[in-house]
């Protein structure tokens, strides 16, 4: 099938703010979003996958001033930390963007004029709280203890300052979530982002007129616009539009607009759900189809904060525990959407448990039978599958259409377990069918069974590379799958490893981790 001729899907991380090193927060968003697009493209999706960072505003401006250096030369450096740690943690992102790019300057200024001409802009004076590390402004009524509720210290701006109408979109923000109700998820947080619409909104400043580092207002060189409005704007940016621009492309934006997902952390549902649809609404551009808020981690049970200097380096975890391992771990351990939290115990915990043992040691239980007892050929699959036969395999057969269904809710944590149920199930099976045993009273059988389980072993394999792709293919090379039979099209009944197929000598793929920590 040609790119063309396959559905599209396109799903974006939030752009990260560059004053700071990327950690293990940044690290789990654009891996979720890393496992549904691997995900997609062995489904037959043509896939387009970007993040990218987030360079403008206050925040970075200050970060930059603390550092003695440019707001230039700071973000080149921080965004290529970024950038470093997509190839490291083996994310597949097709696009980085960066807000300080031509192409996003161009797109935010054509959104700006569109919004300007449809007469949803206004100059005014904006007087009221801000609070810089979270780039958001708060009213009187918002602050708790003084301080923003997020915990942010907020500062008094007072300043000329253009406003979005954004008061006049509440009754068409509420229709289109009635519309739409798989608009956000988890449902818990679109009643969040609901109750807050029909609590009324204010119109919000949109431009800033204190600093300058920012992309500037056309027509009015006093201000830049305000730091939001710039980075919600690079999801379009990245599809080519504006399509007429020096930088468009008519058929990419036609084919990727708009977004399947945008993945954001529950911190900054908010913009995505609310003021990003009211801008693209007014604008008269189409909206996303989804916003899946997850949920933070904590450290040791500690919130992550710069001040407690208790950020993990998801670089360190890797190095540490394996990056294939770590991957597993963020996905599996907490409920997408919930929050969670990182301990040690925890991740060595999931790695002797769930890989090293019941998954590395059914391969290489199997596959070293084969390859002792079989000279590395397989053995014909049964001919007349017994019941346990047919419910293990039929278990396997099952799993994709059950596994995708949680995938396309963000249930990552559900469709892992869906694939470790009928790991369990094979374990059991080779428990209880020992081939180990048959191999003296029915080498026959032991040749059935084999060929059993190294049917769910290639399924499993399939399935894991949306998550574990190293490891997943070292297993699919050990079982001598071809590279090109390893798609979601290979999964089920009819691709089934032929008698005779040759395997290659298996070596254990997930050890079990015996340093620091282990128990
Ligand atoms: O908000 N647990 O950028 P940001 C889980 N530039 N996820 C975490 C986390 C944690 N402890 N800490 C951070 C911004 N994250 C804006 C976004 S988008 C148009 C602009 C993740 O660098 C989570 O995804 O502060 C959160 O939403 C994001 O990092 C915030 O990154």
Not at 189 to 195: D, G, I, L
Not at 239 to 244: C, R
Not at 277 to 282: I, N, Q, T, W
């Amino acid at each position: 099938m040609t790119n063309q001729s396959k559905p599209k899907y396109y799903l974006t991380t939030p752009i990260y703010y560059v004053n700071d090193r990327p950690h293990i927060g940044h690290a789990y968003t654009t891996l979720a979003c890393d496992f549904l697009a691997r995900f997609k493209r062995l489904d037959g999706y043509d896939v387009c996958f970007l993040t990218g960072t987030d360079e403008h505003g206050q925040k970075v401006e200050k970060a930059a001033h603390d550092a003695g250096v440019s707001p230039q030369d700071f973000t080149d450096s921080v965004s290529q930390n970024f950038r470093d740690l997509t190839d490291s943690l083996n994310f597949s992102n097709d696009d980085f963007i960066r807000t300080t790019e031509s192409r996003h300057k161009v797109a935010c200024q054509t959104l700006w004029d569109l919004l300007r001409e449809r007469g949803h802009l206004t100059l005014g004076s904006y007087s009221g709280w801000y609070a810089t590390r979270d780039e958001a402004f708060y009213s009187e009524t918002e602050l708790v203890d003084g301080k923003a509720p997020t915990g942010a210290p907020v500062e008094w701006v007072e300043e000329p300052s253009y406003f979005f109408n954004l008061s006049q979109w509440q009754d068409r923000l509420l229709a289109f979530y009635e519309a739409n109700p798989d608009f956000v998820g988890p449902d818990s947080r679109f009643n969040e982002v609901k109750s807050f619409v029909a609590g009324g909104l204010r119109d919000l400043s949109v431009s800033r007129a204190s600093f300058k580092w920012g992309v500037s207002v056309p027509n009015d060189d006093d201000h830049v616009m305000y730091v939001w409005l710039d980075a919600l704007t690079n999801y379009i940016t990245a599809t080519g539009w504006p399509a007429d621009g020096s930088f468009g492309d008519v058929e990419k934006y036609a084919r990727l607009w708009p977004a399947d997902l945008h993945m954001v952390g529950k911190d900054i549902l908010r913009f995505h759900a609310v003021y990003w649809p009211a801008f693209l609404m007014a604008a008269d551009l189409p909206l996303p189809k989804r916003v899946f808020a997850h949920g933070w981690w904590t450290n040791e049970g500690q919130k992550i904060s710069k001040s407690l200097g208790n950020a993990i380096d998801p670089l360190e975890l890797a190095e540490q525990y394996g990056l294939d391992q770590m991957r597993y771990f963020l996905m599996r351990e907490v409920p997408f959407g919930k929050d969670g939290d990182y301990s040690a115990q925890a991740i060595i915990h999931r790695i002797n448990g769930d890989l090293a043992n019941d998954l590395g040691n059914l391969s290489q239980r199997v596959l070293s039978m084969v390859f002792k007892n079989f000279d590395g050929k397989m053995p014909a699959f049964p001919d007349q599958p017994t019941t346990e036969d047919r419910v293990l395999v039929a278990a396997a057969d099952a799993l994709l259409p059950a596994v995708r269904e949680k995938m396309d809710r963000q249930a990552f944590h559900e469709a892992l377990r869906l694939i470790w149920q009928v790991i369990a199930d094979a374990n059991r099976y080779v428990d209880t069918a020992a081939p180990w045993v048959l191999k003296k009273t029915d080498p026959a059988r032991m040749a059935e069974v084999l060929a059993v389980l190294a049917e769910i072993i290639r399924q499993v394999a399939i399935l894991i590379q949306a998550l574990m792709p190293a490891s997943a293919e070292k297993m699919l090379d050990q079982l001598g799958v071809a590279t090109d039979k390893r798609s979601f099209a290979q999964i089920g009944g009819a691709k089934r490893l032929a008698k005779g197929h040759i395997i290659a000598k298996p070596e254990p793929i997930f050890p079990r981790y015996i340093g620091e920590g282990a128990v």
